[in-house]
């Protein structure tokens, strides 16, 4: 498999600071990582800075110019959470772009699946305003740019960071064009992302969330991919399945209280690959959001792009099984989405 991996510098000019979770260090241990392992079949896609009319798919102008005024300042706050600094917008530009040209690059046959490693992370941002680390919605401009530019109708987005995407969820909550679907920690920040949020007008039956409690592990995980991930998945039919890739749910983490380990996301990245092999020839691509244990997010990143390129790292195993809580909420998620997609 070719491997398409966006990697930039500009990627650690948006600086928070060396105490904030989401800092450059995070970007700097993976890319370091990058140059350890064997290069074959990873494909490195320049990245591009997105215009202002690709942003503004999503994106409010008045809230687009707002962020282009912090450039060159050294620090602006945006919510309590989160900060521009001098470079902040050039990067956002480009964490936006990197995924453009991911899509682009995957759609042209020149890679077969790929991996956004970008900052600032997106799937918090709202149309008007900056949240939880986030500045510009990347996966959120994403599918916009694929039904505008490539006539795309049937875009998937599966979320599985420890936080609910509520920027994501509310791009297209009333959309039958995007189908997302997130598991998260519950109840936690933002706090949205309960059951019964599952769209609105056209888009209803079009957002799936998938509530959960504390603690799930690699089992707890893998069953809701199986019971609801991927067949709400292959009824909805993807051309393409984009992934925004939360590493705080690794049991490392120091802001999640998830349990799940490299295998986890190794076998997650397997049902996925295995999802769009079936629906749209294999064209899966993730892009980064959380993920704050610097090692455990190194080692987790480099897991996913081996399973990624077909080098895997870790072979087929039987898993625990699930445990009776995960076993609940997967059935409360079914009772929530049978209205619009039948007996899961
Ligand atoms: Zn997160």
């Not at 997302?180 to 039956?205: A, C, F, L, N, R």
């Not at 120091?254 to 996925?272: N, S």
Request: glycine residues 10%; charged residues 25%.
């Amino acid at each position: 498999m070719r491997v398409g991996l966006v990697k930039e510098d500009i990627y650690l000019e948006h600086i928070t600071d060396d105490f904030h979770p989401e800092n450059p260090g995070r970007l700097k241990a993976i890319y370091e990582m990058l140059e350890e392992i064997d290069g074959e079949g990873l494909v490195y896609v320049p990245a591009r800075p997105a215009t202002g009319g690709e942003i503004a798919l999503v994106h409010e102008q008045h809230y687009i110019k707002m962020i282009e005024e912090t450039r060159g300042r050294v620090q602006t706050r945006l919510d309590p959470d989160t900060v521009a600094s001098a470079g902040s917008f050039d990067a956002a530009c480009m964490a936006v772009g990197g995924l453009l040209q991911l899509t682009d690059a995957t759609l042209s046959g020149e890679i077969d699946n790929g991996f956004a490693l970008v900052r600032p992370p997106g799937h918090h941002a709202e149309a008007g305003r900056a949240m939880g680390f986030c500045i510009f919605n990347n996966v959120a401009v994403a599918a916009r740019y694929l039904e505008k530019k490539h006539g795309l109708t049937r875009i998937l987005i599966v979320d599985f960071d420890l936080h609910h995407g509520n920027g994501t969820q509310h791009s297209f909550y009333e959309d039958s064009t995007v189908l997302y679907i997130s598991t998260h920690q519950y109840p936690y920040y933002p706090g949205t992302g309960w059951y019964e949020e599952t769209g609105q007008g056209k888009g209803k039956g079009y957002t799936v969330n998938v509530p959960l409690a504390y603690g799930m592990n690699d089992a707890d995980y893998l069953y809701v991919f199986k019971e609801i991930v991927v067949p709400v998945s292959r009824l909805f039919r993807p051309q393409i399945v984009l992934v925004s890739a939360g590493f705080d749910i690794h049991r490392n983490d120091p802001l999640g209280g998830m349990a799940v380990t490299e295998r986890g996301f190794a076998k997650m990245t397997r049902m996925l690959m295995d999802l769009a092999a079936h629906e749209c020839a294999g064209k899966v691509l993730l892009v980064l959001e959380g993920g704050y244990d610097i090692c455990a997010l190194t080692n987790s990143v480099k897991t996913v792009i081996m399973e990624l390129r077909g080098t895997p790292i870790y072979t087929a195993e039987d898993e625990d099984g699930e445990s009776d809580a995960a076993a609940k909420i997967v059935s409360k998620v079914k009772k929530a989405v049978k209205p619009y997609w039948g007996e899961l």
